[in-house]
């Protein structure tokens, strides 16, 4: 019986989980498919999914190709839909078995659209083709080839232009740079975003400056974590500064913004930085009391290799080693994304620093989840983030290094916490600084 169309549905088993987690590499194995048999190719739309899956769909003019993945079962479940005669969808079965490293594999095969039951229109209506018009057409192939960082109940898509430019999993994490279209460059670890470079100068101004500007002659500061390189870019801008320790557990996140993240990571070898790679739990551990004037946690999310960095213990010895009037800023999650862990957060440096030593800040980072960050400013002495804020020289060191983000209208307006934040770590509803 003649059909319009075959329609082969398939599934591959006891696939590598790498390879079915691998959107870029998923991509190519449905493009050489569909070229293998000898379809044309108007358009391909992959989306990996964090923490691991990958869906997308090859459009071609003789119908298309789909695809979804399960890494942790090593399955992936394809449909493969022809029309007209010249394309075998066998021939894309087995150009994706071998692409996926499949152990096995199972396919059925249907006929779409039974001629012999499908009425006939002699006269066509204006603008309409036939099957074969429509391929003898030469279209132009566009690419969507997407990132998604997804957990339960959110999700952030940014579309890159198709191929990993830095892959490697490390001793602890999976490290990767994508080249995105709305925000250029971006650094991921297991699927999370670290940085991008459209976006990075929020972070790393307000993560650096805001303490910086405030402690009258910080001349020793300590970094754990901030592998790309930006924290410590930001904080020797100001001359005074006389050694910046930074201590990154994974020496690939290194070598990858390096390779890739040249700007963000372009004081990596500057004289004043000591760069260690090593736990920075241990190395605060270690270190001698009242040594640093400014601590800074440029931590991942509490997960993987950045669990340890939001455990009291760890926050305890950073106010030890902390000078009489230093000060620890970290990142402390977003109020909207991961409210339990912030607030945990607050209570935890409260019983260390004290309960009016503990102050939260709010940024704008649109690749983060939810947008909204927040950053915490906790101090060992009697600092404020406010009111010890000499707003001349804020102004000055704005204009000097022409910042994108900080100045010190923005440093002020930071600490104005809407009500949700400042209920959900704990504040009454004065702001910062009055009596």
Known sequence: MSTLGRHIVVEY???????LDDVVRIEKG????????????????????????????IVIQESHLAIH???EYGYAAVDIFTCGEPVDPWVCYQVLKEALEAGNGSAMELGRGQVQLLPHTPKQPLHASTIDDRIKEDP???????????????ALSLRHKGDVLFREQSELQ??????TYAYGKMLTLDGMVMTTEVDEYVYHEMITHVPMLVHPDPKRVLVIGGGDGGAVREILRHP?????????IDEVVIRASREHLPEIASALDHPKL????????????????????????????PVGPGEGLFSETFYMDVHRILKSDGIQVTQSESPRFNTKVMREIYDCYRRIFGQDKVFCY???????????????????????PLNNLDENRAAEFTQEHKLRYYNDQVHRAAFALPGFVQQLIGLDQRPYGSD
């Open 69 to 71: 993945t399960w890494p």
């Open 174 to 179: 999976r490290v990767e740079v994508y080249d």
């Open 140 to 154: 132009q192939y566009k690419r969507n080839i997407w990132f998604t960082e997804r957990d339960d109940a959110i």
């Open 30 to 57: 449905m493009e050489q498919a569909a070229l293998t048999a000898g379809a044309t190719i108007i358009n391909s739309s992959f989306h990996h999914f964090s923490p691991y899956g990958v869906s997308g769909v």
């Open 274 to 301: 000591s760069l260690k790679v090593e736990d920075g739990i241990q190395y605060v551990t270690n270190a001698p009391e009242n040594s640093f004037d400014l601590v800074i946690v440029d931590s991942t999310d």
């Open 362 to 384: 709010l940024i704008n980072v649109p690749t983060y989840p939810s947008g909204t960050w927040s950053l915490s400013f906790s101090v060992k002495g009697d600092l404020h």
């Open 13 to 19: 088993y006891d696939c590598p989980a790498e390879v």
């Open 240 to 248: 005074g500064v006389e050694e910046v320790v930074m201590v990154e």
